[in-house]
């Protein structure tokens, strides 16, 4: 098949065996690649009711058709399974190199199965595919790991790994690639670690079948010049994701101490220019992109050297925990990545583990002598220690805010920042109904990525809830995840403004299959109601509770910030479902039909 | 005394699909985007000659000025 690998790996972490089966072309008509291929293997081979940290979960890592080619920005790997963190879907996306190698090694996915006995890494060389002994490498960080691995088989094999947090299964443990790209979110990291699995390394070199190389390379240089022509390629190069930092603070969206305000009144010493004359050394970026968003940083104050911070990591790790000094973001950052913990999931439980503090639920009893007032940066370090290691309060922490806050109770779970159990990302939604609806209907929980509309409600009015609004995030979450799907990353096409046919004169040319957006969005909806279906089927009684906020966003408005005294009302919240149901053909209480299932080419899977 | 706006993604959209625009120097930025019916909380950053700047900066004759909104997040 034209812009595939071709071949499926299997690799059965009990038994030992490792098998390879064609890419079935079906699939890839339906689903695409990627996170497609992820949801389609999750849903059809996980069976129901499965113990996330069990054997009969599945761990799948997706290449999509743009993966390793001359796109920019071709990147993107999907790693997707059932989440220890929520008990639902769980896919998370991640830059790098690693898909680049998939490809080369003629893989479009790779499905780790069963549990091994004893500590592993799978080595994968082309048609060389072995699992190695790893119990040298148990115990260590991910970027001692890294390191030691590149070092033994050399620079060109791609490495994905875990830190103790993977190993502890932490519910919101990451994968880690290329010393500062992470799977970030829904505990893939856990799943990998109960497998035993370490890391896999990956080399390839075979090519990439393309139906139409005269005009794949044509599409492929009218892309690069797009880029390099964009208006703002220098400012976004220069600062990143962290360009936003300053405007989320303006607007009200930036998470401060635990997302009890929009607004930090010491943001100023977080933003994107400070960052980068204070600890920036130089820019990184993923396979074929011409805008890299990565900032390399040097922290004199702590000797150490990090990929990052981006915004998400200080938001959750700065501003939200009451830290204003970047140096230290970006040291806790460095901590949880060793570590291998997510950032995001990571800030909201120290964050709302110091809110308990401040509110005397909490005493140094219980925090293990930790003075965890906000602000405290050697607390956030050494709690974050604890939570990789499941260790004391971290124990609880690594738990996650959902279930922390149900076993301490007290009014806890109002101020526990979640949706479906995964803790909401880098935007406070008290009073922007947009973003909140995407936060409440995300595929995998409280995640910005699916669909990024606060813009829109600035654009249309930021307390509006008209069914236009719901049409837009709707939108999104067919198309910006269709990213993820094909294998390469969306911010070219988002901040530079890319035109986005340019994308399918390219995908024309790699596939030989003509699609337009159109027919993309709708495996886009596809996907996104297969991965509806496997909440529904997974959790019995799932309802249009599932999709309700923290009741931080439409009871407790802001004492200070840009969004002083504003807040959604109830009423809204439930309004904005309703449309969202409506416009998605979903049920009242959220469930897509039958007859949707049916006109989407899902009722036979989901039977 | 005249001063040129560079845009593109939301903010082109408001100015009639155009990424260049004309505007009198002597205003703020802020008071600028409001002349032209844009919404201040839209724009991200404002950049002239290299250098970042406020949206009170007050526009100087002959400046260029990129004017960016974000539209696709961390």
Redesign the interface.
């Known amino acids: 098949m034209n812009g595939y690998g071709g071949k499926i790996l299997r690799v059965n972490l009990t038994t030992g065996k490792i098998a390879k089966e064609p890419t079935p072309v079906e699939v890839a008509r339906d689903f695409i690649g990627g996170r497609g291929f992820g949801a389609y293997y999750l849903f059809k081979e996980v069976p129901q009711g499965a113990d996330p940290l069990g054997p009969l979960n599945k761990l799948i890592i997706s290449s999509g058709p743009m993966s390793g080619l001359m796109i920019p920005g071709a990147g993107k790997c999907d790693f997707t399974t059932k989440s220890p963190l929520t008990g639902g879907y769980a896919s998370a996306s991640m830059g790098g190199h690693f898909t680049a190698e998939m490809k080369y090694a003629g893989l479009d996915s790779i499905i780790l199965e069963g549990i091994s006995s004893k500590p592993v890494y799978l080595f994968i060389d082309i048609e060389k595919i072995e699992l190695r002994d790893a119990s040298e490498y148990w115990g260590q960080g991910t970027i001692e790991v890294e390191k030691q691995l590149k070092e033994k088989f050399g620079e060109e094999f791609q490495i994905a790994v875990i830190g103790p947090g993977g190993e502890n299964a932490v519910s919101y443990a990451c994968i880690n690639h290329d010393f500062g790209r992470q799977a970030g979110r829904g505990g893939v990291g856990a799943v990998m670690g109960i497998k035993k699995v370490k890391a896999i390394v990956i080399h390839g070199t075979n090519s990439i079948p393309v139906a139409d190389t005269k005009t794949y390379r044509q599409a492929g240089k009218a892309l690069y010049k797009a880029c390099k022509d964009?208006?703002?390629l220098a400012?976004w190069t220069r600062?990143g994701?962290t360009?936003?930092t300053?405007?989320c603070d303006?607007?009200g969206a930036l998470p401060t101490r635990n997302f009890s305000a929009g607004s930090f009144e010491d943001g100023k010493n977080l933003y994107g220019?400070v960052m980068r004359e204070k600890i920036v050394i130089t820019d990184k970026g993923c396979f074929g992109c011409p805008s890299p968003c990565g900032k390399y940083s040097r922290s004199k104050k702590y000797d150490s050297y990090v990929e990052g911070p981006?915004?998400?990591t200080i938001?959750l790790l700065g501003s939200n925990l009451g830290i204003s000094d970047i140096e230290a973001v970006a040291q806790a950052n460095l901590l949880a990545d060793d570590a291998g913990i997510d950032t995001i999931s990571a800030g909201n439980a120290i964050g709302w583990a110091m809110e308990c503090y401040e509110k005397g639920i909490l005493t140094r009893e219980d925090t293990d002598g930790l003075d965890l007032h906000f602000g405290n940066i050697e607390a956030t370090f050494e709690l974050l220690g604890k939570i990789s290691r499941k260790e004391g309060l971290g124990a609880l922490l690594a738990e996650g805010v959902k279930k922390a806050s149900q076993k301490i109770g007290k009014g806890t779970e109002k101020f526990a920042i979640h949706v479906k159990g995964m803790e909401q990302?880098?935007?406070a939604t008290h009073n922007a109904t947009a973003m909140l609806l995407a936060y409440m209907t995300c595929d995998v929980g409280a995640h910005?990525?699916r669909s990024?509309a606060?813009?829109y409600d600035?654009?249309v009015g930021r307390d509006l809830v008209v069914p236009e609004k719901v049409a837009r995030v709707i939108w999104l979450q067919n198309f910006r995840p269709m990213f993820d799907v094909l294998g390469g990353c969306?911010?070219q096409w988002?901040?530079?403004?890319i035109d986005r046919e340019l994308y399918i004169t390219a995908l024309d040319a790699i596939t030989g299959i003509h699609r337009s957006w159109d027919d993309y969005e709708k495996v886009g909806e596809r996907i996104w109601n297969l991965t509806r279906m496997f909440w529904v089927r997974e959790n019995a009684g799932f309802d249009r509770s599932w999709d309700m906020p923290s009741p931080r966003f439409y009871e407790e408005a802001p004492e200070s910030g840009a969004t002083k005294g504003q807040i959604t009302k109830i009423e809204d919240v439930h309004r904005l479902l309703d449309m969202y149901y409506e416009q998605r053909g979903w049920s009242n209480e959220g469930l897509p039909t039958s007859d949707r299932l049916v006109e989407l080419n899902l009722a036979e899977l989901v039977a | 005394m005249t001063a040129t706006i560079?845009?593109?993604?939301?903010l082109?959209e408001?100015l009639d699909g155009k990424?260049e625009y004309e505007v009198e120097a002597g205003y703020s930025v802020r008071d600028t985007l409001l002349k032209l019916n844009i919404?201040p909380?839209?724009?991200?950053?404002v950049?002239v000659a290299g250098v970042?700047r406020s949206k009170d900066y007050i526009i100087q004759e002959k400046d260029v000025l990129?004017v960016?909104?974000?539209?696709?997040?961390?």
């Open positions: 964009a208006s703002f400012e600062y994701t360009v936003v300053s405007w303006e607007v220019p981006e915004y998400e938001g990302s880098g935007y910005h990525n990024w606060i813009t600035i654009q969306r911010l988002v901040e530079l403004g | 560079l845009t593109s993604s939301v082109k408001l990424n919404n909380e839209l724009v991200a950053l950049i970042q990129k960016m909104a974000i539209i696709g997040g961390g």
